[in-house]
């Protein structure tokens, strides 16, 4: 009589995912896709992050507008769709992620002074933001930092997902850097 070393109907371990997944939740509420966003960012995670954005999106930065037409780069926020949008995001990504010497962490609070507008197909939620870009030298770190106010307009599409479909950008200080900057930093 010949014994199985194993338990031939036990099930077998599971195999690490390939390459990195990221913090992840089905965006079933306006909430979690900002949530998904924020981890998205932090994490660096493109797949994620390209996921909250609806195939309509648009980038608004007005005050950042104003400025590059006055500095002469009048067209760097014109058309500012998702492509733009996720290809910004992945030069960031791909700058950040690829030294040990930059480092990159996104924090995002409700706005004390607005009311978050949810109904039951469309969004508006108001996000404080404090975007840090720190760069280590041997010498010295130099830390830049974003603050501002995002203002995330979304809906529900496919599968009831909740989407960003424009996101408006305003400077905390009038002249400061905001987000906006940041990423026309990275617009190629």
Same mark, same amino acid.
């Given at each position: 009589?010949?014994?199985?070393? !194993?338990?031939? %109907? ?21 909430? @979690? ?11 660096? /995670? ?12 648009? %980038? ?8 590059? /037409? ?7 926020? @014109?058309?500012?769709? !998702?492509?733009?949008? @996720? #290809? ?16 990159? %962490? ?8 607005? @009311? ?27 830390? /830049? ?29 009038? #002249?400061?850097?905001?987000? #906006?900057?940041? !990423? ?5």
């Amino acid at each position: 009589m010949a014994a199985c070393a !194993k338990n031939p %109907f036990s099930t077998r371990g599971t195999q690490d995912p390939y390459g990195s997944a990221g913090t992840w939740e089905t965006p079933q509420s306006p909430g @979690v896709t900002v949530q998904n966003l924020l981890f998205a960012y932090n994490e660096m /995670v493109i797949s994620n992050y390209q996921l909250c954005f609806s195939d309509s999106f648009l %980038f608004s930065s007005p005050e950042d507008s104003i400025d590059a /037409v006055n500095d002469g780069r009048g067209g760097l926020f @014109v058309d500012w769709d !998702k492509q733009v949008e @996720v #290809g910004v995001a992945n030069n960031i990504f791909s700058t950040y992620s690829a030294a040990d010497t930059l480092d990159l %962490f996104l924090t995002l609070t409700s706005a004390e002074d607005y @009311v978050d507008i949810i109904g039951d197909t469309s969004a508006v939620l108001y996000r404080n933001y404090n975007l840090a870009l720190i760069t280590i030298t041997a010498d010295s770190a130099d830390t /830049v930092i974003a603050e501002g106010l995002a203002t995330f307009h979304l809906y529900q599409e496919q599968l009831n997902w909740w989407t960003i479909y424009l996101w408006e950008d305003i400077p905390a200080v009038s #002249g400061e850097i905001d987000w #906006g900057d940041i !990423k026309a930093e990275y617009r190629r």
